[in-house]
């Protein structure tokens, strides 16, 4: 069984200060790791993934996240927050067998940027 | 781009009736879609996974009784919760799959039962 650990439940940065969200997981085949960000009410939307070769990833709006197979770490980074940034953000981990269309969240870490 | 339209947003139902939404692949094929329940403490739970001409897969707890789906081509799918109460709320997320491997979210279709 996968399991997907986000140890941060709330992360509180100042505006143009940098930000790590911390995405861990548990499962030894084959899997696409994602990051999701929701913001308060809306869907979910899609930050970006990885499944094999460079694991630094870039995604939308400044977010990238870097895969680190030994650490079984999946963190997401932005050098610099803006207000808007303020959301929930999910990592989701899936795997072959159900053809990657089952995600597996973790429990979310709620990102709050102070003007 | 890749977009899913999810409608309606939301919806106020009495106990007991039943909801319908729908759920669009806009700019893409979506090879498979995920039907997804966020609770109010915010947790996902998956109801079924449903690809075009295959059998649709509930999830334990999930029946196609309770949640029928219906996932006519590659571009749509809805989803009715039947004789819904208190614990069916929540944001029911249309999750579809792009070739890529991408699963691509709606906004949800929020469920407010009374």
């Known amino acids: 069984t996968q399991t997907v650990s986000q140890s941060d439940a709330h992360v509180t940065v100042f505006e143009g200060d940098s930000v790590e969200l911390r995405c861990n997981y548990s499962y030894g085949g084959s899997i696409y790791l994602s990051w999701y960000i929701q913001h308060h009410g809306r869907g979910l939307q899609f930050l970006l993934k990885y499944y094999s070769g460079n694991p630094v990833v870039q995604g939308v709006n400044g977010f990238k996240a870097e895969f680190s197979k030994s650490d079984s770490s999946f963190h997401l980074r932005k050098a610099s927050v803006h207000w808007s940034d303020s959301a929930v953000y999910f990592c989701a981990v899936s795997v072959a067998s159900s053809s990657f269309s089952k995600l597996v969240f973790g429990q979310g870490t709620s990102l709050s940027v102070v003007p | 781009g890749a977009l899913v339209y999810q409608y309606p947003r939301r919806t106020i139902c009495k106990s007991g009736t039943s909801m319908r939404m729908e759920c669009q692949a806009v700019g893409f094929q979506a090879t498979s879609v995920a039907w997804y329940r966020q609770s109010p403490q915010k947790t996902f739970e998956l109801i079924a996974l449903?690809?075009?001409?295959?059998?649709?897969?509930?999830e334990q707890n999930f029946t196609q009784e309770k949640f029928p789906i219906s996932h006519p081509n590659l571009s749509f799918s809805s989803m009715t919760v039947l004789n819904a109460y208190l614990e069916d709320r929540g944001l029911y997320l249309c999750g579809a799959r792009s070739s890529g491997n991408t699963l691509y979210f709606g906004e949800g279709s929020r469920l407010i039962v009374v």
């Open positions: 449903s690809t075009v001409n295959s059998a649709i897969k509930y």
